[in-house]
Structure formats: C-alpha cells, structure tokens
C-alpha cells in the first residue's frame, strides 16, 4: 500500500515539477537534473495528508512538488564545498561536480523561487496563503536555514553538540519541512493542523536518528552518498550520543508515538503508519 503510493505521489509531483521549469536553456537541465531520483517521501506526505482530509490528487500535487524543489534546492547547496562538500548525491555526481559552483548556486536559488510560483498556483485555491506562509517559515531563518547554521556552527564549535543541541539542530535542518510537508494536508482542507503536526515531529525525529545510522551501517551505493562522514569528522550525532542500540530504540519509540498521533483517523491512516515505519527500515 505504502510503497506503490509512495512511487506513484513522487512521480506525480515530479511530473509537476518538471512541467513547471522553464526551457531557458541556461539552468533548466541542471534543475530537471537536481529534481530526479530521491526517494519522495515529503510529496508523498502532503499528497498522503491531504487525502486523508479529503482533499485530491490534483490540488495536493502543487505543494508536493512545492516541497520537493526546496528539499532539492537544500540538498544542491548542502553539497558545495562552502557546506558539507559531497561529490555524490542520489548516486549521481553532485550538481557543482557535473557543471559547477554557480550553477549549483543558481539552480538552488531558482528551485526555492520556482517552489513558491508552485505552492501559489490557482488550483491550490485559498489554502495559498497559509501555505505560503508556512513554507517559508519552515524553509527559512526559523526551520531548515537555521538547522543548517547550527550545523555549520557546531564544526567550529570545539566541542561535540549535546543531546538537546543535536534535537534542536535536527528539527530545524531535517525536521522543518518534514512537518511542513504533513500538515499541509491539513491546511489544503483548512482542518486543524495539531494531529498532522504531532506525527510529523516524532516521524522527523525518526527519520533523522534512521539517517545517522545509515552513515554508520549503511552502504555507500545502496545509499547514494558517502557513509560514515559524521564519524570521521568527530560530529556528535545520535549514534555517537546514544550508542547504536539506544539510536534504534529511541527511533522506534519515536516512530510508535507517530502512529499514537494518527489514531483520531483510525485505520484510513494505516499508509501514513507505514510511512512512518518505513522510514526507521529504509536501506537509502
Ligand atoms: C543548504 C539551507 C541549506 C540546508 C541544507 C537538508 C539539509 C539542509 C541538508 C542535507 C544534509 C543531510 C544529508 C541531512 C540528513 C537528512 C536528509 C535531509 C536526508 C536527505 O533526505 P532524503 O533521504 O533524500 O529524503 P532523497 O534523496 O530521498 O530525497
């Protein structure tokens, strides 16, 4: 159920995606480029959530693909040298090693832009504004911006991060638009935000703590990046705060108190439950 609603929602917003890149010739390319392969999951969220409010396919494919152009825009400038200097991303060279620093730049810029032209089109109707609002919430100084300043503090720092530090940082860089991308089901059908939301930070959590210890025990090629990073840089992450055993505990916790959040929906949220234990299983 999960996984084939998961492949056809990423499709779908990356079809919309796609359809809204403008063929100039100078950038388009390396923006298709920076949107292909990548697992979906944020599209997915929003599309999942707003069907669970009621909302179609047809509506919920505009914040999807809005979400999944600034996650790519994140991704493309987290991989340049200035920033966490990765050759790899989704298997593929990163944008700056296949062209180079501007256009990385420049395709980062135009995909954050081009998210905002897709979450304010017509047929997403009045929930635009609050939508709109969120987003740059969740993308800016308050959400994934301020993660990423933390992280990047955090290396000059001269000391590992604290447990409390690290949960902050993560609920900014990874946690913000994961939220985001939850409750916007909620906001399309103008309902209350609080269950969406409560899923949404557990499941980022999650997701986070899965991600750090993937870089421990997972494989290069099947994940699509460089493993094991954090560890030879010296970064606290949960592993190194936790210990392996108390990472995947605390993910599993978290991912049980995801599920909790949904039962106000019953069993018509039983795709979201798998989403969410999906993404303490993942092997990329
Ligand atoms: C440059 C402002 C700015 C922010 C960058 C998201 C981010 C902040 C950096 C990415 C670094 C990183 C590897 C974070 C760990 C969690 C994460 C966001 C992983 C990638 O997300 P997936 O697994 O990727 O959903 P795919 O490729 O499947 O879309």
Redesign the pocket.
Known sequence: MFTQRLDDTSAAARACLHGAIHADGALDAAMRYATS??????AFLVMETARLHGVSDDVSVWPAAAI?AI?????V??D?PC??DDDL??GQPTVHVKWDEATAVLV?DALQSLAFELVTHDTVGHARVALTATLARA?GQEG??H??AL?IAAETAGRPLTLEEITELQAG??GA?IRWSAEAGAFLAGADPAPMSAYATALGLA??IA?DILDVEGDATAV??AVGKDADAGKATFVSLLGLDGAKSRARALVSDACDALSPFGSNADTLREAANFVIS?D?
Do not use: C, I, N, P
Request: net charge positive; aromatic share 6%.
């Open positions: 392969g990548g697992k979906g999951l944020r999944e996650h790519a825009y994140s991704l400038h987290d340049l920033m966490d991303r989704r980062g993308a994934m911006v993660g990423q992280d860089k990874t638009l997701f986070q991600d699509g990046k993942r990329k």
